[in-house]
């Protein structure tokens, strides 16, 4: 679906030392848990696919409520291409994502009405980076997400 755009990979200047959450943690377990895990597991299997081959953060798992939203951290370095993607569970059918610079211009988003948001970015310097998550519709809150960041 979204893997066309990996053809349009930018060159970006950056390697991940952190990725760290703010949102309503429930970590790990459950059945909502799985579901995002196993469709982040079939998101990552894409990534390799175009290039993408090492787990750089994440992934990471929070719950929202319809139109909440959440924001993560990461610190980007330099000299590696990034894609950054997620999913929710079944009970969510739009989830958005935004990246922000450290001086709070947005970098990418991926705002079309899907639950399998991906992103991939040319940070123009290093430093602290932020996540932004919309959960722009889920039926039955709170609903569940997950994001992981892979590399080239």
């Known amino acids: 679906m979204h893997f066309a755009r990996l053809g ?15 949102a309503r943690a429930n970590s790990g377990s459950g059945e909502y848990t799985r579901q995002v895990q196993g469709y982040l597991s079939r998101l990552s299997e894409n990534t390799v696919r175009a290039g993408f081959k ?8 929070g719950s929202l409520n319809d139109d909440a939203e959440a924001s993560h951290e990461m610190t980007v370095g330099g ?11 079944n009970d969510c059918t739009d989830l958005d994502l935004y990246i922000y610079d450290g001086d709070g ?48």
């Open 8 to 22: 349009t990979v930018l060159l970006l200047a950056s390697s991940i030392a952190c990725f760290g959450g703010r």
């Open 54 to 61: 090492r787990v750089v953060a994440g992934p990471v798992f």
């Open 79 to 89: 000299g590696t291409d990034y894609v950054l993607f997620g999913a929710c569970d």
């Open 105 to 152: 211009d947005l970098v990418r988003r991926d705002v079309e009405t899907d639950d399998r948001p991906v992103l991939i970015f040319s940070p123009r310097k290093p430093g602290k980076y932020r996540i932004k998550v919309v959960m722009a519709s889920c039926s039955n809150e709170p609903c569940r997400y997950g994001l992981q960041l892979n590399a080239k």
